[in-house]
């Protein structure tokens, strides 16, 4: 079975520190690849995903995360941190076509001083 | 635009009692996934429906049933609820007509079993 690990549980950063959340996933064949944004007591808000061709993806709010297949990871990223960003970051994997399911990693929760 | 709704948000039960739980996709969204997240926990995959026939199943426990209906909304029944069970439970809704990979979550319905 296919699974997600992220390597910090609690991660606890000063404003305008860089921030870099480790992911690995375990599934060997073609896989979409997702970053989820939990604000406390608020659903899960998407912040980028990997499908295919270029691995430096993208997100919102300054977010990005890059793909590296040799390593089966997708860590996330961002230059410089801000308070609001404080919340949990699900890293999570998408196998089997259209109709797979996400599987979650346990999450990695954010907090940033002011 | 329109988001997945989710009803009712907040649920208060006692144990053994039955709780039902609906959730209404974005418009022609045709499959529908739930989850359930434990306090401090990722959020885990019960079942999902795509064109109202169960496509993929989790680790939903047998008291629990789910189906989509006619309209693509889908209810999850859960019966002689344990405290255990106390939990917030997701709904996400995708397109594979307009796939884009991308699961859309509800707000979710928090479910207290006291």
């Known amino acids: 079975a296919q699974s997600v690990s992220q390597h910090n549980h609690h991660v606890i950063l000063s404003e305008a520190a860089s921030l870099e959340l480790g992911c690995n996933y375990s599934y060997g064949g073609t896989v979409n690849l997702f970053w989820y944004v939990q604000y406390p007591g608020q659903h899960l808000q998407l912040l980028l995903k990997y499908f295919s061709g270029d691995p430096l993806v993208k997100g919102i709010k300054g977010f990005e995360a890059e793909f590296i297949k040799s390593k089966f990871s997708f860590n996330l990223r961002k230059p410089s941190v801000q308070w609001s960003d404080t919340a949990e970051y699900f890293c999570a994997v998408k196998s089997g076509g259209s109709q797979g399911n996400l599987i979650f990693g346990k999450g990695t929760k954010l907090s940033v001083k002011p | 635009a329109a988001g997945v709704i989710q009803s009712p948000r907040h649920l208060i039960k006692e144990k053994r009692e039955t709780a039902t739980l609906k959730c209404y996709p974005i418009?022609?969204?045709?499959?529908v996934y739930w989850y359930q997240q434990g306090p401090g926990q990722d959020p885990q995959f019960l079942i999902s429906?795509?064109?109202?026939?169960?496509?993929d199943k989790g680790s939903i426990p047998d008291r629990f049933s789910a189906q989509q209906f006619s309209d693509y909304h889908s209810e999850l029944n859960m019966s002689s609820l344990e405290l255990g069970d106390s939990a917030l439970y997701f709904c996400?809704?995708?397109?594979?007509?307009?796939?884009?990979?991308?699961?859309?979550f509800g707000e979710g319905s928090r479910l207290t079993v006291l």
């Open positions: 429906f795509y064109e109202k026939m169960q496509s």
């Open positions: 418009p022609r969204h045709d499959t």
């Open positions: 996400a809704s995708s397109s594979l007509s307009g796939y884009t990979g991308e699961l859309f």
